[in-house]
């Protein structure tokens, strides 16, 4: 995984095997793990589909202010509509839904309060 500086926008640039994707980081809403797939949900409905692991991006996100909610699921609090407590799910701006798990309630709790 590369990244780079492009016109003061943090870009993070994908290298698959045939492909070459570039996403930026400030529209990312959403990712979404599907076994050995990434789904990157972005702000205005587009999504981009990666053959890597959302482990493969944990770490360097996660410096970037994305939170782990969920073993399928890294959200970018900047879009977080809306927190159900009782049922355990975050409503992101664009609709999508992320579970969150019991171990990571935690960490959701210290930054909604």
């Given at each position: 995984?590369?990244?780079?500086?492009q016109?003061?926008?943090?870009?993070?640039?994908?290298?698959?095997?045939?492909?070459?994707?570039?996403?930026?980081?400030?529209?990312?809403?959403?990712?979404?793990?599907?076994?050995?797939?990434?789904?990157?949900?972005?702000?205005?409905?587009?999504?981009?589909?990666?053959?890597?692991?959302?482990?493969?991006?944990?770490?360097?996100?996660?410096?970037?202010?994305?939170?782990?909610?969920?073993?399928?699921?890294?959200i970018?609090?900047?879009?977080?509509?809306?927190?159900?407590?009782?049922?355990?799910?975050?409503?992101?701006?664009?609709?999508?839904?992320?579970t969150?798990?019991?171990?990571?309630?935690?960490?959701?709790?210290?930054?909604?309060?």
């Open positions: 995984m590369k990244t780079y500086q016109k003061g926008n943090e870009s993070l640039l994908i290298i698959n095997q045939k492909t070459l994707k570039k996403v930026l980081l400030q529209n990312v809403v959403l990712l979404k793990s599907n076994v050995n797939y990434t789904t990157f949900y972005l702000q205005y409905g587009k999504e981009k589909v990666v053959a890597h692991t959302l482990k493969f991006f944990e770490d360097y996100l996660e410096t970037r202010g994305f939170l782990r909610v969920h073993r399928s699921f890294m970018n609090p900047n879009f977080v509509k809306e927190y159900n407590h009782k049922q355990e799910f975050i409503t992101m701006i664009n609709g999508h839904k992320a969150i798990s019991r171990r990571r309630k935690c960490i959701l709790k210290d930054f909604v309060e």
